[in-house]
């Protein structure tokens, strides 16, 4: 069998990153994903911010105006940004006392997201952007995580009714951070969730400081009820009810080339049987 890899040089990533008001980020989002090959946020519940990341091969668009200065992390704060068991010990609290959410997610924010600008090879950018290093060790408070991709022209009102619903509509309900944000452009695998349109994905964390079990599945039903509404499609590879894929519009045509190339199921596990025979 031959195989071609698609691959492109290395190149130079530019990111400025820091905190940017999520109204801000709602009111500009047009601007922010046109200005920057790579734009994301990671919001951060209860506190009105994201902490945004403007990534971009192009040295003269090095410097975002929207994102905040804030004073640069001094020893102390490096200190506590390199500390998860002092991350998992606040965030322990919140699990055994809900409502302290908000202190903990307005303390923190400030410490483990600092204003910074940095440069590096793509490779490594990237790398150090998804919460890993090099050699593929997680980084942080361990977490469960619900994640789902609408068309990205619904992402201004799914976000604001996400926030609503944790902020404003469920009075006991506290989320932890960071909530990440960020976007694709529409591919062709028919059961990729960002098929055929343009996406945004929104991924819902729940921390497990210290591997406790957590409470979170009436979270992440609300959460799916919400992102159903703008044709949600599950991360496959994350925590989600698998009872809900009939709005894969091209379910049918992957059904019909599953079946052509097996059609007597000799390759379809028992999950995939049950899952084909309920879509």
Same mark, same amino acid.
């Given at each position: ?80 940004? *390199? ?18 959410? #908000? ?31 090099? $050699? ?92 159903? $509404? ?21 379910? #049918?045509?992957? $059904? ?5 190339? *097996? #059609? ?16």
């Amino acid at each position: 069998v031959d195989v071609t890899l698609q691959c492109v040089p290395s190149f130079t990533c530019f990111v400025h990153e820091g905190p940017m008001k999520l109204d801000v980020l709602v009111d500009n989002l047009e601007y922010l994903q046109t200005t920057y090959s790579n734009f994301k946020a990671w919001w951060v519940p209860h506190t009105g911010y994201v902490h945004a990341f403007c990534i971009t091969d192009d040295a003269t668009k090095t410097h975002e105006p929207l994102i905040e200065s804030t004073p640069h992390p001094n020893e102390y704060n490096q200190m506590i940004l *390199d500390t998860t068991k002092l991350q998992e010990e606040m965030m322990a609290v919140t699990q055994r006392i809900p409502s302290s959410t #908000p202190i903990v997610n307005q303390s923190l924010r400030p410490l483990i997201f600092p204003h910074k600008k940095s440069s590096g090879p793509s490779y490594l950018v990237q790398a150090n952007l998804t919460g890993c290093n090099l $050699k593929g060790e997680g980084a942080g408070v361990r977490f469960v995580a619900c994640e789902y991709s609408i068309d990205a022209r619904h992402t201004t009102t799914a976000l604001l009714e996400l926030r609503d619903m944790v902020e404003k509509q469920s009075p006991d309900l506290f989320l932890s951070f960071p909530v990440d944000i960020r976007f694709t452009s529409a591919d062709a695998s028919l059961l990729s969730p960002g098929f055929g349109r343009s996406s945004c994905w929104i991924g819902l964390p729940y921390k497990r400081p210290f591997g406790i079990s957590c409470e979170h599945e009436e979270l992440f039903r609300l959460f799916e009820t919400n992102m159903m $509404k703008y044709g949600g499609r599950q991360h496959w590879g994350k925590s989600c009810d698998f009872s809900v894929l009939t709005f894969y519009e091209s379910m #049918p045509r992957f $059904k019909e080339i599953r079946a052509s190339f *097996d #059609p007597e199921g000799k390759f379809l596990t028992e999950f995939w049987a049950n899952l084909l025979k309920e879509t």
